[in-house]
C-alpha cells in the first residue's frame, strides 16, 4: 500500500473508528482481519460498504481501519461514519449525496445512565399497595 492516504475519524455510542484510505483493489483491513472475519453478519458487512456503493469507489481504494469499545452493530456503524469522512477528505463533491443519504451526521443516541433508587434508566422496582 501506498503511503499517502485520506483519513476519516467515525464514531457511534462507544465505538470509534479511524479509518485510512490509500488507492488500491476494494480490499478492507479491520483490526488486522479481513471484513468477513471481523464481521461475519452479511448485513454487518453491507453497512460498511454503504457509502462506497454510494460513491462509486468500491473497487478504488484499500481501507485499513482501526476500531474499538462497544458492540458488533455500533462498531460498524462507526466504520461508515470514518468511511463517509474519509471520501470527504479524498473528494468534496462527495458530499451532499452522502449528507443526503445520513452518512456524515454522527448519531448522537447513547445509553442512559442508571439513576439510584431506580432498576435501570428509568424502570422502576415493582410497587406494593400490601
Known amino acids: 500500500m501506498s503511503q499517502d492516504f485520506f483519513y476519516g475519524t467515525g464514531r457511534r455510542k462507544s465505538s470509534v473508528s479511524r479509518t485510512r484510505l490509500y488507492t488500491g483493489s476494494g480490499q ?12 461475519p453478519r452479511a448485513t454487518l ?3 460498511i460498504r454503504q457509502p462506497l456503493k454510494l460513491t462509486k469507489t468500491l473497487d478504488k481504494f484499500d481501507i485499513k481501519i482501526r476500531v474499538a469499545g462497544g458492540g458488533l452493530t455500533g462498531q460498524a456503524q462507526a466504520v461508515r461514519h470514518g468511511i ?7 473528494d468534496p ?14 448519531d448522537p443516541r447513547k445509553k442512559e445512565r442508571k439513576k439510584y433508587g431506580l432498576r435501570g434508566a428509568r424502570a422502576r422496582f415493582q410497587y406494593s399497595k400490601r
Open 93 to 106: 463533491e462527495l458530499r451532499p449525496a452522502l449528507k443526503k443519504a445520513g452518512f456524515l451526521t454522527r
Open 84 to 90: 463517509s469522512r474519509a471520501l470527504l477528505d479524498y
Open 45 to 47: 458487512q453491507l453497512i
Open 28 to 39: 478492507i483491513i479491520i483490526n488486522g482481519r479481513s471484513i468477513d472475519d471481523y464481521f
